[in-house]
C-alpha cells in the first residue's frame, strides 16, 4: 500500500479563496482524522471520522471548516473563506479501529494564506 | 474530552546521555499510549506504543512506561545519538462504540548534541 495520501503537498492562496484539502486513507483502514499543525498549536485534532461518519468535530475552529468523507477511500478538508491565521500544516491520518491501533499519518498539506 | 500535557517542550542532551519526556492524561477511559517522532519537515511517525493492560515495554535503545493510577506515561531514550534530535509526541487513545479519539500532547524538540 502507497500509504496515506494527501494533495497537494502545497498550497498558496489569497485570503478570502476557498481552498480543499484532500486525502485517501490506506485502504482497509475505517477511522480517518484531520490534524492542523502549527509552531503555537501543536497537532490540533479538527475532526475525525469512523466507518465514514463524521463522530467529533469539536476541533473544527469555525464555520468557515468543513469535511466530508464520501466513501471510505476518500476526504475533503475545506476551508471557506480563507484567511492568513489558518496557515498551517494539514495531516490526514487513518487507522484500524480495532481495540485501537496505530494511526498513519499522510506528508501532509503546507497551506500559506496571504 | 481527553486532555495530553506533555514536558518538557524542549530538551537538550548530550549524545550518549538519556533522555526522558513525560506525559499526563485526564480520561481515565484511555487504554493506547502511541508515540511518535516527527523529523523536520516530515510526518509523524510512531516508534512505540503500550496498552493500558501493560506497565513497560521496551525496543531496543527507546522504553515507554505507563502509571495508570496516576495517570502518566513516559519516554525513555538511552545512549542517544545525533539522529535521536527530532520532535516528539505523546498521544491518549480510548477505543469506544464512536471510535478511537486519538489526542496529542504539546511535543519536545529533542537536541542530542555530538
Known amino acids: 500500500d502507497a500509504g496515506v495520501i494527501q494533495s497537494p503537498r502545497h498550497e498558496v492562496t489569497e485570503m478570502g479563496q476557498e481552498v480543499t484539502l484532500r486525502c485517501k486513507p490506506i485502504?482497509?483502514?475505517?477511522?480517518l482524522f484531520w490534524y492542523r499543525q502549527t509552531m503555537m498549536r501543536g497537532l490540533e485534532l479538527l475532526i475525525y471520522?469512523?466507518?465514514?461518519?463524521?463522530?467529533?468535530d469539536s476541533g473544527m475552529p469555525e464555520d468557515r471548516f468543513s469535511a466530508k468523507m464520501p466513501n471510505a477511500s476518500f476526504s475533503t478538508l475545506k476551508i471557506q473563506p480563507s484567511e492568513p491565521r489558518d496557515s498551517a500544516v494539514y495531516f490526514c491520518?487513518?487507522?484500524?479501529?480495532?481495540?485501537?491501533?496505530?494511526?498513519?499519518f499522510g506528508q501532509g498539506t503546507r497551506l500559506t494564506v496571504v | 474530552g481527553e486532555n495530553v500535557e506533555q514536558h518538557p517542550s524542549t530538551l537538550s542532551v548530550q549524545e550518549g546521555d538519556s533522555a526522558v519526556i513525560k506525559c499526563t492524561y485526564s480520561d481515565s477511559a484511555s487504554n493506547y499510549f502511541p508515540w511518535y517522532k516527527q523529523e523536520l519537515g516530515k510526518r509523524p511517525q510512531l516508534i512505540i506504543d503500550?496498552?493500558?493492560?501493560?506497565g513497560e515495554k521496551k525496543d531496543q535503545r527507546i522504553a515507554v512506561t505507563l502509571n495508570k493510577t496516576a495517570k502518566h506515561f513516559s519516554l525513555h531514550i538511552t545512549e542517544t545519538q545525533p539522529e535521536d534530535s527530532a520532535v516528539y509526541f505523546c498521544a491518549a487513545s480510548r477505543a469506544g462504540a464512536a471510535g478511537n479519539k486519538l489526542t496529542f500532547g504539546g511535543g519536545t524538540r529533542v537536541l542530542v548534541k555530538p
Open positions: 491520518a487513518s487507522s484500524f479501529w480495532v481495540m485501537n491501533t496505530e494511526a498513519f
Open positions: 471520522f469512523n466507518n465514514n461518519v463524521p463522530i467529533d
Open positions: 503500550i496498552r493500558s493492560n501493560v
Open positions: 485502504s482497509g483502514h475505517n477511522s
